[in-house]
Nanobody, 126 residues
């Protein structure tokens, strides 16, 4: 599965962006999707994850209440709606997929993911 992340850009403090993660093809298996980010000089950190069913979602404390993850399996796409953006949200954002028969699986550890997108830059100016 190839993942394509898009939607990044430059936005002012308090602004919004919506990131998209599109899978190149449908797979016969279900998969959880996660968003991660990496700022210069920092380690990659977890942002949000959603189960295949969409019924389970989990967020990092730093984005809870501001970011919303959603998915449309018919379109092989997962979204990350980011509101009330702050300069500290500036990073390259990556999406990742973890294949699993468990349609309720959510995964926060980057080590457990099978596939990664190429990343999209988000810059929030103060």
């Amino acid at each position: 599965v190839q993942l394509q992340a898009s939607g990044g850009g430059l936005v002012q403090d308090g602004g919004s962006l919506r990131l998209s993660c599109a899978a190149s093809e449908r797979t016969s298996s279900s998969y959880a999707v996660g968003w991660f980010r990496q700022a210069p000089g920092k380690e990659r950190e977890f942002v949000a994850t959603i189960s295949w069913s969409g019924g389970r979602r989990y967020y990092a404390d730093s984005v809870k209440g501001r970011f919303t993850i959603s998915r449309f399996n018919a379109e092989n796409t997962v979204y990350l709606q980011m509101n009330s953006l702050k300069p500290e949200d500036t990073a390259v954002y990556y999406c990742a997929a973890k294949e699993s028969r468990d349609t309720t699986l959510v995964v926060t550890s980057p080590m457990r993911y099978d596939y990664w997108g190429q990343g999209t830059q988000v810059t929030v100016s103060s």
